[in-house]
């Protein structure tokens, strides 16, 4: 008999005579919590996640689908990119202004290799205004979570209202648990002991979000 096996026999044996409980473990505690704190339009929605997606320092831009492309053009010009990194289901008119080379994403792509890449550009599932947190879920427009992570400068376009809720209940509700979730606010960043900041530890180094309206979305969320 393992160590395990003689653990977990002692386990059964202490809650062989504890009766089971009459209500399932999920129905136990009360969860009535606020959907949001506050009542929003989805106008206000919208401000509210620019001021806090830029409180975390990240970049906010906004325009119209119509300008969608010349504004990403324009970041990545302005940014010096040679490659952007194209996930497989992306808009490729959103690219249609830049002169940067676009590079498709591969399941044999290494790390190494997507370290070199200068910019990645993707959708994301739905953005908290609550919090300035943008959830990607590996879906079509957003591609794989590595290549959200790895590349310095990562551009994410956010649907506006479609995508934008007020806050995390409403969020989870819009999402898929079994999917890769990556919740973002800001770009990545830590303190030492001494709280020095330091930005592009565990991911890009500069996270700018677009947030366009006027754009059909692919999956509104509820």
Do not use: K
């Amino acid at each position: 008999m393992s160590s395990r096996e003689r653990i977990l026999g002692r386990v059964r044996r202490a809650l062989a005579d504890v009766p089971q409980d009459d209500t399932p473990y999920e129905d136990a505690i009360a969860r009535g919590y606020l959907q949001e704190h506050d009542a929003r339009s989805p106008e206000q929605a919208a401000d509210l996640l620019a001021e806090n997606l830029a409180d975390y320092r990240a970049i906010v831009h906004r325009c119209t689908a119509d300008d969608l492309a010349a504004t990403i053009a324009g970041l990545l010009s302005a940014r010096g990119a040679r490659t952007v990194l194209v996930p497989p289901g992306l808009d490729l008119g959103w690219l249609a202004a830049t002169g940067a080379e676009q590079l498709p994403d591969h399941a044999d792509t290494t790390p190494h290799e997507l370290d070199r890449i200068d910019s990645v550009v993707t959708g994301c599932a739905v953005a908290v205004a609550e919090t300035g947190t943008i959830v990607l879920d590996g879906g079509p427009e957003q591609g794989r979570r590595r290549i959200t992570l790895v590349p310095d400068h990562h551009i994410c376009v956010v649907r506006v209202p479609d995508q934008v809720v007020s806050s995390i209940p409403q969020a989870l509700s819009c999402l898929n648990p079994a999917l890769p979730l990556t919740w973002i606010s800001g770009p990545s960043a830590t303190s030492d002991i001494e709280l020095d900041r330091v930005e592009g530890v565990h991911g890009p180094r500069m996270f700018e979000v677009v947030l366009v309206t006027g754009m059909p979305d692919a999956g509104a969320v509820a």
